[in-house]
T-cell receptor, first 116, second 112 residues
């Protein structure tokens, strides 16, 4: 148990569906992240929240919509996805960004998403 | 632009056969270099952080080293349970962002 829990573990959805991914961290961290991991590609940063405020949006299409109601919970709302969006979506947390921090990331096990 | 290149892409070893994984990086200023291990179906798990050239860290059969241009992850007498993908990431010291940039990883398989 890494302290970061993601649900569901697997998700299959059609292009017209709306679904949400959930992430919860029990580490008392203040920063939370969404990453996309595709085969043969580096981890792609999608969004960063620091103290519940979005600090990074890495040019992610609007069909992905993040929500961070508090420092422990992070959601990724999905709608009208494309087949190329199929990937492993990883949530991570870290103590919180600042000039003096080295941000070691704690990852969840991910949601394996398949878009048909 | 920060860049991280890992080699080889894949590595197959016999149990007990020592080897090294490479992570070459380009960054304007290095705050930290991270190594992670990722097992199939799981998220990456933190292994080491290195901060400055010449630094070394060890954990069981793994030793990570750092120069100004690259880092090595040395695996001594590996066992099948060391099979995983090893990811390298660099965190810049400047530019206003502290987000690590990841490499593509090295997939290691250790045969019994």
């Amino acid at each position: 148990e890494t302290g970061v829990t993601q649900t569901p573990r697997h998700l299959v959805m059609g292009m017209t569906n709306k679904k949400s991914l959930k992430c919860e961290q029990h580490l008392g961290h203040n920063a939370m992240y969404w990453y996309k991991q595709s085969a043969k590609k580096p981890l792609e940063l999608m969004f960063v929240y620091n103290f519940k405020e979005q600090t990074e949006n890495n040019s992610v299409p609007s069909r992905f919509s993040p929500e961070c109601p508090n420092s422990s919970h992070l959601f990724l709302h999905l709608h009208t996805l494309q087949p190329e969006d199929s990937a492993l979506y990883l949530c991570a947390s870290s103590p919180g960004q600042g000039a003096a921090t080295n941000e070691k990331l704690f990852f969840g096990s991910g949601t394996q998403l398949s878009v048909l | 632009e920060d860049q991280v290149t890992q080699s080889p892409e894949a590595l197959r070893l016999q149990e007990g056969e020592s080897s090294s994984l490479n992570c070459s990086y380009t960054v304007s200023g290095l705050r930290g270099l991270f190594w992670y291990r990722q097992d199939p179906g799981k998220g990456p798990e933190f292994l080491f952080t290195l901060y400055s050239a010449g630094e070394e860290k060890e954990k069981e059969r793994l030793k990570a080293t750092l120069t100004k241009k690259e880092s090595f992850l040395h695996i001594t007498a590996p066992k099948p349970e060391d099979s995983a993908t090893y990811l390298c990431a660099v965190q810049p010291i400047s530019g206003g962002s502290y987000i690590p940039t990841f490499g593509r990883g090295t997939s290691l398989i250790v045969h019994p």
